[in-house]
């Protein structure tokens, strides 16, 4: 037959409950990882991150954010994995509101079941937030795997865990490797150039009415030296 009799039904969904960051959904780790899944289909926009910050690229489409809790002194990974037809973005930020600075962002621009990460430092203990969203016109939502989980670093990538150095004889030669480290201080104001590279502290003590030479030796890469009397800022 051509014609007949039929019920039409519509349901308002309403979005997930941690569709904007004052409402994002608390990641409790578990040995060691945080892990979650979610769906950003029925999210709605209400965080639009502009070209220049954080992610590389504007995000004008539904997202969904999860509170994280983070150590002092620590560094972390985040990844997040999408499936077919769904290209995301990933960013950490200090907090909500216009004054949160980014800690980290990632974004594609394709579909397809592969991940972003997202590697950041915590200088200080208390809770950042993590936004799933996504910078693409053409694949905007759909299903992920937020997966977080403790990245391992030198203790002395931080100046907080600053590395003895031990004269003997009057010097001292150190080797190192700053190549998995991360950028946890910028002293671009200290040395005159772009200091926000990848970091490495050392300590000395010093005595009074004494002259130190330093001399720093790179290979592979364009090195900044730093002398500061503390580590607050």
């Known amino acids: ?17 941690n569709d904007t960051c004052s409402t994002a959904s608390a990641m409790t780790f578990i040995a060691g990882k945080a892990l979650t899944t979610g769906d950003t ?5 209400t965080l639009s991150m502009t070209s220049s910050s954080c992610v590389g690229k504007g995000t004008p489409n539904p997202e969904l954010f999860y509170s994280l809790p983070v150590q002092a002194d620590t ?30 962002g990632a974004a594609k621009s394709y579909s397809g079941n592969s991940s972003e990460e997202v590697i950041f430092y915590s200088a200080n203990a208390g809770n950042v937030i993590i936004g799933v969203d996504s910078g693409s ?7 992920f795997t937020l997966e977080v989980e403790v990245f391992p670093t030198a203790a002395n990538n931080s100046c907080a865990g600053a ?23 910028d002293l671009s104001g ?12 050392y300590s000395l003590a010093v ?27």
Do not use: Q
């Open 190 to 201: 200290c040395t005159g150039a772009d200091s926000k590279g990848k970091d490495m502290f």
């Open 163 to 185: 590395t003895p150095i031990t004269l003997t004889g009057g010097t001292a030669t150190i080797t190192g490797d700053t190549s998995t480290e991360l950028n946890t201080i």
């Open 207 to 233: 005595t009074a009415n004494t002259t130190h030479k330093r001399k720093l030796k790179t290979t592979g890469f364009d090195g900044v030296l730093s002398l500061l009397d503390s580590c607050t800022t």
């Open 41 to 45: 289909r029925l999210a709605t926009n």
């Open 137 to 143: 016109s053409s694949y905007p939502s759909g299903s």
């Open 1 to 17: 037959t051509a014609a007949g009799r039929f019920i039409l039904s519509v349901e308002e969904l309403p979005p997930p409950s």
């Open 75 to 104: 560094s972390y990974k985040v990844t997040l994995t999408t499936g077919s037809g769904y290209a995301g973005a990933l960013y950490v930020l200090d907090g909500c509101g216009a004054t949160a600075t980014c800690l980290g």
